[in-house]
């Protein structure tokens, strides 16, 4: 008889979401406006701590990276640098504006962003366009934060504003501070996968209570103030519902536990696969980067190890545990072929090496043993 599945990332109820769903319904606000989704965007601004920024709630993470390029101007002709070692979700939204992205590879440390390689893209593409990049989008991954301090350095040093995809690392901090409200605007997700989930959404971080009014305009279909409909602007049907708003308040009041049930996750993988001949389970590189450890990582070499990446993946699948490769970087993707890259085979080898291994809250003890147990018989 088979096992029970252990998945990879499933979402967890708090058990108090129904009440906002029942007062949504209860009270016919069932619309993307409401008392859930004013009560979510203040829970999230008390959250991240930050009083100077505001939230507006959205239906993606996707929209949020959209809505904070179209805020930064960028327009079709234009290119942005993105990190190549992320979702598509990251780079998409570069086309939506008609503009290129320009992928930049990573840094061992942290799996993010090389803040090297950025100065250099900067640099080449001043030589080679006659103009700087329009936006830097830089991604905190699998909720480790990225050397934000070099990165914002290089960016004030050519006057390009930061974009954070910090879809993946609500919680997680960067030298005290919250992803999200590092760069001029932060983008977070709250998909089925992610550390909370209203079913699907996002949320944007804007930088100020002018800059939040602009957004939500642009999210509400560019409407103008008239009696009748009149748009001067190209707009998007972005907001958020305040049913699932009321999803979000719920699990704003699980989000603590959420977040250092993931963190015990990694802590128990680094110990249970400690001095493992070939296989590294990815930590912080110092107290700086405080990860919520959204997913757990582990990195194989096969000539150590004496079996490769695909070969535990297989295994675990056999065995009914989800696993999932690292992320395909985007100057491989095909649909991207053409766009510029300055790489260095950082995240190559680790799509080729590394694994993401069940780190969701459902995740219980017996469950990081079983993995664990699975890893080691590799071994053998």
Not at 167 to 191: P, Q, R
Not at 302 to 308: E, R, V
Request: hydrophobic share 40%.
């Amino acid at each position: 008889m088979k096992q029970k599945r252990i998945w990879l990332s499933l979402a967890e109820m708090g058990g108090r979401e129904q009440e906002f769903i029942k007062e949504a319904f209860d009270s016919n606000w069932v619309v993307p406006l409401g008392p859930n989704v004013d009560g979510f965007e203040k829970d999230l601004e008390d959250y991240l701590g930050d009083r100077n920024k505001r939230i507006v709630a959205l239906s993606a993470g996707t929209a949020a990276i959209h809505l904070g390029l179209v805020m930064l101007g960028v327009k079709s002709g234009d290119e942005v640098i993105c990190q190549s070692f992320t979702f598509a979700a990251s780079a998409n939204p570069i086309v939506y504006q008609g503009a290129t992205p320009v992928f930049v590879d990573s840094e061992d440390d942290t799996w993010n962003m090389s803040p090297r390689l950025l100065e250099e893209a900067i640099r080449d593409r001043i030589a080679k366009k006659g103009k700087k990049p329009k936006a830097i989008v830089v991604v905190h991954l699998y909720g480790m934060p990225a050397q934000m301090t070099e990165i914002l350095s290089v960016a004030r040093e050519y006057e390009i504003p930061v974009l954070e995809d910090a879809a993946e690392a609500l919680g997680s901090e960067y030298k005290g501070k919250k992803c999200g409200t590092l760069g001029e605007y932060g983008a977070l997700s709250f998909n089925g996968n992610k550390v909370i989930t209203t079913s699907g959404g996002g949320a944007i971080v804007c930088p100020s209570e002018e800059a939040a009014h602009r957004v939500l305009f642009f999210a509400t279909q560019a409407r103008e103030q008239a009696p009748h409909y009149q748009h001067e602007y190209i707009g998007y049907n972005y907001r958020l519902s305040n049913v699932s708003a009321g999803i979000g308040r719920g699990q704003m009041l699980v989000l603590d536990e959420h977040v250092s049930k993931r963190r015990h996750n990694h802590a128990r993988y680094v110990e249970l696969l400690d001095n493992m001949r070939g296989v590294e389970v990815k930590k912080a590189p110092s107290s700086d980067y405080n990860s919520n450890y959204w997913l757990s990582c582990i990195v194989i070499e096969p000539s150590q190890a004496g079996f490769t990446r695909e070969d535990l993946r297989l295994q675990l699948d056999s065995e009914n545990i989800e696993s999932r490769p690292l992320w395909k970087p985007m100057h491989l993707q095909p649909v991207f072929a053409d766009a510029p890259r300055y790489v260095d085979g950082t995240s190559e080898s680790l799509f080729s090496k590394g694994l993401c291994l069940p780190s969701g809250t459902l995740v219980m003890e017996e469950d990081l043993q079983r993995v664990a147990s699975v890893i080691r018989s590799m071994a053998r």
